[in-house]
């Protein structure tokens, strides 16, 4: 048992500096960070894995949606725009979706990148494209679907979507929201055997499913379709949980952990109503200004410099800080004040 203890403690440790080297090593905008693991795990996917994706379909998917934000940006002036956001959600729906046709993949990315734009409470975005996306293909398009399987349950491989995710979930500060709705999903599942008096072997599949940890990592974590309060993106995070659960093991119906984050929107929505906090906002390069880049404490009071000009608080603002102009200069916008808690 001391053997078995003092392993476990070095792997930890030494999978513990590998992320923090990793972290060190990439860019501020956690974005890139996504870019690069999603275009591993997709070649993995595709080579490893045998994924049944073709390279025309991954190629006009990456066509449409890049267009449709460009497209978007140019038409509605947003200032400091970028195109990252929609690499990362056309490596999603490349990763997450499967059709018969080639025009499923261009289309599905088209409208999820112009869900962006169109669907928005409050200035924001709600839905997270790639799941809005792939749900929308699996209601409304003939010939598609998700292959919840396609990453086998190779505990070695979990242990790599662990820290890889870990990595660019840190870049975002949402390692919280992963680890919550892990922690409540498992702990679910885990009771449910202890119940059913199955094996243990029943828990571990469950934990090595790659499926989930890519959405636990990859997903649930995007910071703009999260509530901006930190316990309501917990409070959320074990909702989405519970949803998955009674989905795939009650009602037992499929791609449980889709569905549940695309039901549980409308929490978002009223989490930040009753809980107003400080929106996120994507980090693109040091302060024009100042040409520093934000200190250990504007992080910790939540301060995002945005192409050179910090923005305003909650209680300064209300416009949108994602993706649509909101129409305040930075005259206009004055000194950043720390976000409430």
């Known amino acids: 048992m001391e053997l078995m203890a003092i392993a476990v403690t070095t792997a930890a440790s030494r999978m513990h500096g590998s992320v923090a080297w990793l972290r060190a090593k990439l860019p501020r905008d956690a974005r890139v960070a996504q870019i690069l693991f999603l275009a591993a795990l997709l070649g993995t996917g595709v080579f490893a894995r045998d994924f049944s994706l073709r390279w025309e379909q991954m190629a006009l998917a ?62 924001r975005h709600v839905f997270n494209p790639a799941n809005l996306g792939v749900v929308g293909a699996l209601c409304l398009l003939p010939g598609t679907w998700v292959s919840a399987g396609q990453w086998g349950h190779d505990l070695a491989a979990a242990v790599w979507f662990v820290m890889l995710g870990t990595v660019v979930t840190g870049q975002a500060h949402r390692w919280a929201v992963s680890w919550m709705f892990l922690a409540c999903y498992l702990g679910l599942v885990a009771t449910r055997v202890l119940l059913l008096g199955q094996p243990v ?68 929505v009223l989490l930040d109503r009753l809980f107003p906090a400080e929106r996120f906002q994507w980090v693109t390069r040091p302060d024009a200004a100042s040409g520093r880049e934000p200190s250990p404490r504007d992080a910790a009071q939540g301060t995002r410099y945005v192409s050179g000009t910090p923005r305003p608080s909650l209680r300064d603002a209300h416009g949108p800080e994602d993706s649509a102009h909101d129409g305040t200069t930075p005259a206009q916008a004055g000194t950043l004040r720390p976000a409430g808690r």
């Not at 997903?219 to 795939?248: E, K």
């Open 62 to 123: 990456f066509l449409a949606g890049l267009a449709t934000q460009a497209l978007a940006l140019r038409t509605l002036r947003v200032p400091n725009g970028s195109i990252l956001s929609a690499v990362v959600t056309c490596f999603g729906l490349s990763i997450l979706l499967r059709a018969d046709s080639l025009w499923v993949h261009p289309l599905v990315a088209a409208l999820a990148m112009a869900s962006k734009f169109t669907l928005r409470v409050r200035g």
């Open 201 to 268: 072997t029943v828990f571990l599949h469950h934990l090595g499913n790659g499926a989930l940890l890519l959405f636990a990592f990859f997903m649930i974590s995007d910071p703009m379709t999260t509530p901006s309060h930190r316990g309501a993106r917990l409070f959320h995070a074990a909702l989405v949980a519970g949803v998955a659960f009674l989905w795939q093991f009650v009602l037992f119906r499929t791609n449980g952990l889709l569905w549940a984050l695309f039901l549980c929107v409308p929490a978002v």
